[in-house]
């Protein structure tokens, strides 16, 4: 599958909601929880678009909440795949929120996640490179190398935290 391309445009994924109140908080805006549910299944749906097999979240790199959004509000994500490595593709997500009464719009979130694609024996297969076209892929494209490092540096001190911490309960003797 390494000789296989992709572009951009064809992980593109796009997902729409209404703000209902059983998706508040007490503050009567959407829970983040929710939201970053929200953006792990959209990015899961373009990274699927793109390996063309399933898929598994391997990391959020971020989900930086830039403003809220309210009850009544539409939310809609952008997910699309801005780099690949060898079994693992980078996707970005971008959420806007719309207030369905003036019109007006907010990118309220953005985030950056790692999937990786498994094959039929539930093991890392290789995935189709990445063209970006436009400006902003492009961009993302070319910025995805130093965060992949950045990714690779929080994985070992996350697999020290996990090893200095051990598996014993705070409870248990």
């Known amino acids: 599958m390494n000789d296989v391309v992709r572009y951009v445009r064809e992980s593109r994924t796009y997902k729409a909601s209404h703000v209902l109140p059983p998706d508040a908080n007490i503050h009567n805006t959407l829970f983040g929880g929710l939201l970053m549910s929200h953006i792990d299944d959209v990015a899961s749906l373009s990274a699927t678009k793109h390996a063309?097999?399933?898929?598994?979240?391997?990391?959020?790199?971020?989900?930086?909440?830039?403003?809220?959004?309210?009850?009544?509000?539409?939310?809609?994500?952008?997910?699309?795949?801005?780099?690949t490595h060898q079994t693992s593709m980078?996707?970005?997500?971008?959420?806007?929120?719309?207030?369905?009464?003036?019109?007006?719009?907010?990118?309220?979130?953005t985030s950056f996640l790692t999937f990786v694609a498994l094959g039929p024996e539930g093991?890392?297969?290789?995935?189709?490179?990445?063209?970006?076209?436009?400006?902003?892929?492009?961009?993302?494209h070319q910025s995805a190398p130093e965060r992949a490092e950045s990714r690779k540096k929080r994985r070992s001190h996350s697999r020290q935290l996990a090893e200095m911490f051990g598996t014993r309960r705070p409870w248990e003797s």
Request: glycine share 2%; charged share 30%.
């Open 123 to 140: 093991k890392p297969i290789p995935v189709p490179k990445i063209i970006p076209e436009t400006e902003e892929e492009k961009f993302l």
């Open 52 to 83: 063309k097999f399933p898929v598994v979240t391997a990391s959020t790199d971020s989900v930086d909440f830039l403003h809220p959004i309210r009850v009544g509000d539409e939310v809609s994500l952008e997910a699309f795949v801005t780099w």
């Open 90 to 109: 980078e996707i970005f997500v971008k959420v806007l929120a719309e207030d369905l009464h003036t019109g007006e719009r907010k990118v309220c979130a």
